[in-house]
């Protein structure tokens, strides 16, 4: 069974920046596709970013409010992948969840009924 878990949530000011992890249990040998998903109380989960990667190459995708904002990687040891989150506003609050698809192949937009294993989340929040 694939377990995630995510660190690296906090508090921090207007403009300010924070870099989230997810730890997955289980080494990534051959493709990856993983995404992180924001969720505020009272609204539906909101995709943010997915990666896709492999021996040869690795793909991002973003929507639009994060584009040019967050980044998202996999990390050296193949089995995390991070989200750097620069310029934050009050409107990024949320808590943050990451999550892995099995279907590579399928690896792009962040539609939360595609990911088949998910974290507990990570609470972030930006004070004005």
């Known amino acids: 069974q694939v377990q995630l878990a995510e660190s690296g949530g906090g508090q921090v000011q207007t403009g300010g920046s924070l870099r989230l992890s997810c730890k997955v249990s289980?080494?990534?040998?051959?493709?990856?596709?993983m995404g992180w998903f924001r969720q505020i109380p009272g609204k539906k989960r909101e995709g943010i970013a997915s990666?896709?990667?492999?021996?040869?190459?690795?793909?991002?995708f973003y929507v639009d409010s994060v584009k040019g904002r967050f980044a998202i990687s996999q990390d050296s040891d193949k089995n995390s992948v991070s989200l750097e989150m620069n310029n934050l506003t009050t409107e990024d609050t949320a808590s943050y969840y990451c999550?892995?698809?099995?279907?590579?192949?399928?690896?792009?937009?962040?539609?939360?009924?595609?990911?088949?294993?998910w974290g507990q989340g990570t609470q972030v929040t930006v004070s004005s």
């Open positions: 289980v080494y990534a040998y051959g493709s990856l596709c």
């Open positions: 990666i896709y990667t492999d021996i040869y190459t690795d793909k991002q």
């Open positions: 999550a892995e698809n099995k279907r590579t192949w399928a690896c792009g937009e962040v539609i939360p009924e595609d990911f088949d294993y």
